[in-house]
């Protein structure tokens, strides 16, 4: 049995978000592979995820844990991402709570942060038992109507319903706060003085300027700043998942 493989894309393959699209799918083939038989823990695989809005996501940013190079494996097996997670119709988590347990195993099986990144996680050290993760999604999840994805939550709405939160679970001193809009950060500062803010720095816009997510306009964007999104947009999911408990718009 041929045991040797890559799995690719193309940039036009991959074209919308990161948890959306690219990192999802990739982790559901994987799945697939490793349940149907066709991927074991012997196999060589090589790893090369291009996208349209992030680039080479693997392995620039995420790496795989075994680093093999093109002369280590014989005849490989070529595998699409795109083409394969669209043509398997098992090839998919369900919407259960064992999904995410699965993604995760797969994940931390193949893969791990560059050294860039888990530096940067590195920073941050809260206590994860009193923490309180907050992700607001604004620009094109709630401004944009021509192709709004999700019913829009104002910023107001959403402290209301951290306050009341809190209320009943008044152990969490540390919030942190996850969002692409910069006044959602400071209005969450200026209604929770008393709360240890966390937020990772990096570049926000305002709701009035920016209708669009960082997703589809980054295309036109230097490959610094996409490179900075790119970073941002890992550590932000990463420590959300280390929070006890988190409170998401759509």
């Known amino acids: 049995m041929n045991n040797s493989f890559i799995i690719s894309s193309e940039k036009n393959d991959l074209h919308q978000g990161m948890y959306g699209q690219c990192l999802t799918w990739l982790l559901e083939v994987m799945y697939y592979l490793e349940t149907s038989g066709t991927i074991n823990d012997d196999s060589k695989i090589i790893f090369n995820i291009n996208t349209m809005c992030y680039d080479n996501v693997i392995p620039t940013f995420i790496v795989p844990k075994k680093n093999y190079k093109i002369e280590d494996l014989l005849n490989p097996t070529h595998i699409s991402l795109a083409k394969f997670k669209l043509g398997c119709a098992g090839c998919v988590f369900e919407f259960k709570e064992e ?3 699965k993604a995760s195993i797969i994940f931390h099986k193949y893969f791990k942060f560059n050294k860039l990144i888990t530096c940067k996680l590195n920073e941050y050290v809260f206590d994860s038992s009193v923490t309180l993760g907050i992700h607001y999604r604004g620009t094109d999840k709630i401004n944009n109507p021509r192709d709004r994805e999700a019913n829009s939550i104002t910023t107001h709405e959403v402290i209301m319903i951290v306050k009341d ?3 009943y679970n008044n152990y969490f001193t540390h919030l942190f706060c996850c969002s692409d809009e910069r006044d959602f950060i400071e209005k ?48 932000d999911m990463f420590l959300l998942s280390k929070c006890k408990t988190v409170i998401k718009s759509s």
């Open 165 to 167: 939160f809190l209320k």
């Open 188 to 235: 969450m500062r200026l209604n929770f003085p008393d709360m240890t803010i966390i937020t990772h720095n990096q570049t926000r816009e305002n709701r009035t300027t920016f209708s669009e997510g960082f997703h589809k306009t980054s295309r036109s964007f230097s490959k610094n700043i996409r490179d900075e999104l790119t970073i941002a947009c890992i550590i």
């Open 99 to 101: 999904s995410f347990s």
